[in-house]
């Protein structure tokens, strides 16, 4: 039988038993499956505990060509927690629950998945436009209106309490300076084009945010030392060229602050802040907080 210890509140189970369980759980609801939750990729399992990954991602049951902005498998993966959602079809509306595992000491998220048709939305609500209000209300909440991307209040509400391994914090060279001399909206279509090249450069695990201004947050789970000061060195040495590229007259480029820890992102954020300060004293720089925090 599976089992939860007070200290892991999730459920533990063999693969056997992940097994039994996901052929009774298809009896009731439309779609349960096994997620790897930093692939994306849907798992096959079969009784003898050999996991094959499928040749699609979970975000392909909903015609989507990248993560849902709204990725409950990747939150509750990170949280190892239960998290709930409604994705919006059409005129169908669907409940997703997104529960972390262990199977056999390894990670994973079970997702389960029941239509509820929007005829029975309406009719039971009397509201035809519900599912709309409720898809566009979630994307206004943790979108940044300017580049797309998370907002700040993305980051208080659902990455704050994270424990990941490493987070970093960005901050563009001389912003003020092409504000004021190529005025407010090249500003802003440079701070779009940044954000794309950040959301482009990191995985569909990784949470890249605007903070602020133009400063921007980002966050790594799975990641080595080597493998994320590299990361980062490419993403400074990209926004760097996207400056030259656009604004030849002016120095642009972004300085990055980062720290590895073992602790909430909130308690990871003093650090990287700082390490940041440390960057910009000397722009166009990539500084690391050599402690790791705990």
């Known amino acids: ?3 939860q210890h007070p200290d892991h509140p999730y459920p533990v189970l063999t693969h056997e038993e992940l097994c039994e369980l996901i052929q009774k759980l298809s009896l009731i609801f439309d779609v349960v499956r096994v997620v790897d939750a930093v692939s994306l990729f849907v798992v096959d399992m079969d009784r003898n505990g050999h996991c094959r990954m499928q040749s699609h991602h979970c975000h392909e049951i909903w015609h989507k060509n990248k993560r849902c902005e709204n990725c409950i498998s990747l939150l509750s993966y990170l949280k190892k927690t239960r998290l709930t959602k409604f994705e919006f079809i059409g005129e169908d509306v669907y409940h997703v629950t997104s529960q972390y595992i262990l199977a056999d000491q390894k990670p994973f998220t079970l997702e389960i998945v029941q239509k509820i048709t929007g005829d029975v939305l309406r009719n039971s609500l009397n509201s035809p436009s519900l599912h709309q209000q409720l898809e566009s209300y979630s994307a206004l909440l943790y979108s940044d209106s300017l580049t797309g991307i998370h907002n700040r209040r993305y980051y208080d509400d659902q990455v704050a309490d994270l424990r990941l391994d490493a987070i970093a914090m960005l901050d563009l060279d001389n912003f003020k300076k092409l504000n004021d001399t190529h005025g407010h909206i090249q500003g802003d279509s440079f701070l779009e084009d940044a954000a794309q090249e950040l ?4 995985r569909s695990s990784d949470i890249v ?3 602020g201004g133009d400063e921007f947050f ?3 789970q799975n990641i080595s030392r ?4 590299e990361k980062l060195e490419k993403i400074r040495l990209r ?4 400056g030259q590229r656009r604004f030849p007259d002016l120095e642009l480029s972004a300085s990055i602050g980062a720290v590895m820890g073992s602790a909430p992102v909130s308690k990871l954020l003093p650090y990287a802040d700082s390490a940041l300060y440390q960057a910009k004293s000397r722009k166009n720089h990539l500084f690391f907080h050599e402690d790791f925090i705990r």
């Open 209 to 211: 945010l605007r903070y």
């Open 218 to 220: 980002l966050a790594f």
């Open 226 to 229: 080597e493998n994320l000061m």
């Open 199 to 202: 959301k482009a450069m990191v």
């Open 1 to 3: 039988m599976s089992s």
């Open 239 to 242: 926004l760097h060229e996207l």
